[in-house]
């Protein structure tokens, strides 16, 4: 049986339009790599290597998703790249400061993202490229 918060949340994802979506797993990316750092401080490594799994999961999805066509994408799959292989390195080695490196770096792309997000809806509620609604 569901419970009530994890129906919510089921239904959140499956009425979120595409752009809220990234930023749910940007989101839960910070959030898996911010348990894997506790849990290696509290040499919990089997959790820490549960939840770094997860990030990294997160990262091949975003690299899998990227539409080549766009300038952008080019210049983020080497990101994407570099932050799964220090994903997998802290992992491996158990160190908190590569770590805390690929949250750094997740955070700033969700920070970009979300202000992407912004920019959208303030673009398309003064009629550029949109129906004229925020």
Not at 32 to 51: C, H, L, P, S
Request: hydrophobic share 40%; aromatic share 8%.
């Amino acid at each position: 049986m569901v419970n009530a918060a994890e129906a919510y949340r089921r239904q959140q994802v499956l009425n979120a339009p595409p752009e809220q979506l990234t930023l749910m797993l940007y989101n839960g990316c910070l959030k898996f790599i911010e348990e894997g750092i506790i849990a290696v401080e509290e040499k919990n490594f089997e959790e820490a290597n549960v939840t770094l799994q997860k990030a990294q999961r997160i990262i091949s999805e975003f690299r899998l998703t990227l539409n080549m066509d766009y300038e952008i994408s080019h210049q983020l799959l080497p990101l994407y790249n570099y932050i799964y292989d220090r994903l997998v390195e802290g992992n491996i080695k158990s160190d908190t400061k590569i770590l805390h490196e690929a949250k750094e770096i997740v955070s700033e792309l969700r920070d970009a993202w979300v202000g992407a997000m912004k920019k959208a809806r303030i673009e398309k509620a003064q009629g550029k490229g949109g129906n004229g609604y925020a």
